[in-house]
């Protein structure tokens, strides 16, 4: 299973996939050992692929990792589980974004977004992530979200954001230095990919990762070996057993070629 984060991996900065990576994402044959793991919901994952000419007005045919692992779906977008926060967690979570008012907060629902303190900075990352968000009211405190994204410009005050997280029963990971992202305790990209391959009985199966934020590691740790984007942050890419210049010939090319180059590793079906 070839498991890889969205943005800052498989997209550009433009949110551009790269020709060889729409070339192998287009396999069918391939399909079903390839799982997007990423932070955005189904309805953005739809936007971006068909912009780029996937699956255009089709069902993505790939098991999916969404919201940072509280979101999964079998092939064809059938949905399998949902983690939302505690309720009281919830109210915790709503109540600390209220203090902060310099940071967009981005309530992730099962099927909504909802935007709280909205600022063009935020709207504008919102926009890049092709979100649809409503605005937070009091009927939102009755939704059932299972992550936030905290969004600014100025880190510093991500951090001073981060330090009451810590006594919370939450996950907290920044995806960029801009963008702080919380779901559920012992909810992210690592744990939901364990749980999707068990749900589809394919627990047994050699797991490959790539991803360039903090919110991927969980996911590199159940990797026979994980890959991070040149650009990734040098934490991620410290850690990371190879680093890949996505430019040159995309992310799926060199992870297929470092596949094929195990001896021990699994043969994927169809690739030249």
């Given amino acids: 299973m070839i498991c890889f984060d969205l943005d800052g991996t498989l997209l550009d900065p433009r949110g551009q996939i790269h020709p060889k990576d729409?070339?192998?994402?287009?396999?069918?044959?391939?399909?079903?050992?390839?799982i997007p793991a990423t932070g955005r919901p189904l309805e953005s994952v739809r936007r971006t692929f068909a912009r780029n000419g996937l699956?255009?007005?089709e069902k993505l045919p790939f098991a999916l990792v969404l919201q940072n692992g509280s979101l999964l779906y079998a092939a064809n977008e059938a949905r399998l589980?949902?983690?939302?926060f505690d309720p009281r967690v919830q109210a915790e979570l709503i109540q600390l974004a209220r203090q902060f008012k310099h940071v967009m907060f981005l309530f992730l629902g099962s099927n909504d977004i909802h935007v709280l303190w909205p600022n063009s900075f935020g709207m504008k990352a919102a926009e890049k992530f092709e979100f649809t968000v409503q605005a937070f009211s009091t009927q939102s405190n009755k939704s059932q979200f299972s992550?936030?994204?905290?969004i600014s410009p100025f880190p510093n005050l991500l951090d001073r954001l981060a330090k009451p997280l810590k006594s919370l029963p939450v996950e907290s990971a920044f995806s960029m230095s801009t963008i702080l992202e919380i779901t559920p305790k012992e909810v992210n990209k690592g744990s939901g990919l364990q749980k999707l391959l068990h749900m589809l009985q394919q627990e047994t199966g050699t797991i490959y990762a790539a991803g360039d934020g903090e919110n991927d590691l969980p996911m590199f740790q159940l990797a026979r070996r994980s890959f991070a984007p040149d650009q990734a942050s040098e934490t991620v890419k410290r850690i990371a057993s190879q680093v890949i210049n996505v430019r040159l010939n995309g992310?799926?090319?060199?992870?297929?070629?470092?596949?094929?180059?195990?001896?021990?590793?699994e043969s994927f079906i169809g690739i030249d």
């Fill in 147 to 150: 992550k936030i994204m905290c």
């Fill in 55 to 57: 699956y255009i007005d």
């Fill in 81 to 84: 589980a949902y983690y939302p």
């Fill in 251 to 265: 992310l799926l090319e060199p992870i297929l070629d470092s596949i094929a180059q195990d001896p021990s590793s």
């Fill in 22 to 34: 729409i070339r192998l994402l287009s396999d069918v044959s391939l399909a079903p050992r390839l």
